[in-house]
C-alpha cells in the first residue's frame, strides 16, 4: 500500500508542477517578459518531471510484483484526485502573488510586483480549455492506462506497456499544434488575455481530471464487484 501512494504522490506532483507552472507565462507577460515567462514554464515543467522518472520504477515493480489492476486503478484514482484539488485550488484562489515569487527566484533579474492587479469578469476561453482538456488526458493518463492494461494481459504486458509512448504522443501533438500556440500568441498580446488564457489552460485540465476521477473509480469499483 505504501508503494501505491508513494507511486500516486509522484505522478500528482509531476501533473500539478507542470500545469501550474503555466501561471509563470502570465507572470512574464505582466513584466513584458513573456519569452522569458515561456522559459520559465519550461525549467519547472521539466523539474516535474523528475517526479515521473521517481514513479516509473515503482509501477515496474507493481507490475512484476504481479498486483492486480484494481492497485493500478488506485494509483490513478488517488493521483487525479489530487492534481483535481491543487488545479481547483489555483484558479479559486488568487495564487499570482506566490508564482511571482517562483518566477522572480528562477529569473534572479526579474523583480515583478503584483500588487493591486485584479482581473474579474473575463471570459473563458472555450476552445483552449476544450483542447487542454483532451491533450492533458491522453499525456496524463497514459502511462497508467497501459500499465493497467498490462495487469490483464500479462503474457502481452512487454509490449503493451510500451504503447504508453502512443497514448501520450497523441495528447502532446494536441498540445503542441492547438494549445500551447494559442498560450504563446494570448500571453504575448496583454495581461489580461495572458491571464485568460492561462485560466482557460487550467480549467480544461480540472475537468480533465475530474473525467479521469470517475474513469478510474470505475475501474476500481468494476474490478471489485
Known amino acids: 500500500m505504501e508503494i501505491i501512494l508513494i507511486a500516486s ?66 494509483i490513478g484514482f488517488l493521483a487525479f484526485l489530487l492534481v483535481f484539488l491543487c488545479l481547483l485550488l489555483s484558479i479559486t484562489k488568487n495564487l499570482t502573488p506566490f508564482f511571482s515569487g517562483i518566477y522572480n527566484f528562477l529569473n534572479k533579474k526579474s523583480d515583478i510586483k503584483l500588487e493591486g492587479m485584479v482581473f474579474d469578469n473575463l471570459k473563458l476561453n472555450k476552445k483552449l480549455a ?28 512487454a509490449m503493451i506497456v510500451q504503447m504508453a509512448a502512443f497514448v501520450t504522443t497523441l495528447g502532446t501533438l494536441i498540445h503542441a499544434f492547438m494549445v500551447d500556440p494559442v498560450l504563446a500568441r494570448l500571453c504575448d498580446s496583454d495581461e489580461k488575455l495572458a491571464y485568460s488564457s492561462v485560466r482557460s489552460f487550467i480549467v480544461g485540465r480540472v475537468f480533465s481530471s475530474l473525467f479521469l476521477i470517475l474513469l478510474f473509480s470505475i475501474l476500481v469499483f468494476y474490478e471489485q464487484a
Open 9 to 74: 504522490l509522484f505522478i500528482a506532483l509531476s501533473i500539478v508542477i507542470e500545469s501550474l507552472g503555466a501561471w509563470l507565462r502570465f507572470i512574464g507577460s505582466v513584466g513584458s517578459e513573456a519569452a522569458l515567462g515561456y522559459s520559465s514554464h519550461v525549467r519547472l515543467a521539466t523539474l516535474g518531471r523528475f517526479f515521473i522518472l521517481l514513479s516509473a520504477p515503482l509501477l515496474g515493480y507493481l507490475i512484476d510484483s504481479g498486483v492486480n489492476s484494481t492497485s493500478i486503478a488506485t
Open 130 to 157: 476544450f483542447y487542454s482538456f483532451f491533450s492533458f488526458g491522453l499525456t496524463a493518463s497514459g502511462i497508467l492506462v497501459v500499465n493497467y492494461l498490462a495487469t490483464i494481459f500479462t503474457e502481452q504486458r
